[in-house]
């Protein structure tokens, strides 16, 4: 009889503990998601700003690699109100993030999108206003207590323009900060 119940019990705990140890399919790619904008100056020209989005998961390298998009535009910066020419950035961004469990992390990112300068008149119809982006920025990030993380960096557009191939006003320096609201972090 007692070797019944000593059965059972450990029968009992076996299944409790192996519950406890099964994870949950649905949140194991949960992860951060933030979202927040975006101020980007171009070495000796324009100010751009706009609206970025990150994400990353624990199934993504361990929080290492983060994910995300963003959009910056003259429309909201230095050619708001101006005559300056109204440019937009469309990013894809990959970066890795070291030591993702502190709060100061340094990062690298690689970017890719499209670029686009609206000349606005007519006779500009000849020069080259489109680009593929291609860069590599670096920087650190710092995530506060409260739900907010900021992120500086210096980066470098791999491909640009003089004017005559490519548009002459995407230039290779930039410099970015952006900060971030945290939307959802699994614990």
Do not use: C
Not at 4 to 28: E, G, N, Y
Not at 57 to 68: A, E, Q
Not at 113 to 138: K, M, W
Not at 163 to 186: E, R, W
Request: proline letters at 4%; hydrophobic letters at 35%; glycine letters at 8%.
């Amino acid at each position: 009889m007692i070797k019944k119940h000593v059965f059972a019990f450990i029968f009992m705990t076996s299944i409790i503990s192996l519950q406890a140890q099964t994870p949950d399919k649905k949140r194991d790619w949960l992860g951060e998601v933030k979202v927040g904008i975006r101020a980007q100056k171009t070495q000796k020209l324009y100010w751009e700003n706009g609206f970025t989005v990150d994400f990353t998961s624990p199934k993504i390298s361990n929080k290492h690699i983060h994910l995300g998009f963003s959009y910056v535009t003259t429309r909201l910066g230095s050619a708001m109100g101006t005559n300056a020419i109204k440019q937009d950035n469309f990013l894809l961004n990959m970066g890795y993030y070291f030591r993702y469990q502190k709060k100061l992390q340094p990062f690298t990112r690689l970017n890719t999108g499209y670029f686009y300068a609206d000349y606005e008149a007519d006779v500009f119809d000849e020069i080259p206003n489109t680009a593929f982006l291609f860069s590599i920025d670096a920087g650190i990030s710092y995530e506060f207590d409260a739900p907010f993380t900021i992120n500086l960096s210096a980066g470098y557009n791999l491909n640009t323009g003089n004017g005559s191939s490519g548009p002459g006003t995407l230039y290779p320096v930039f410099y970015q900060m952006s900060v971030y609201y945290t939307l959802l972090k699994k614990k």
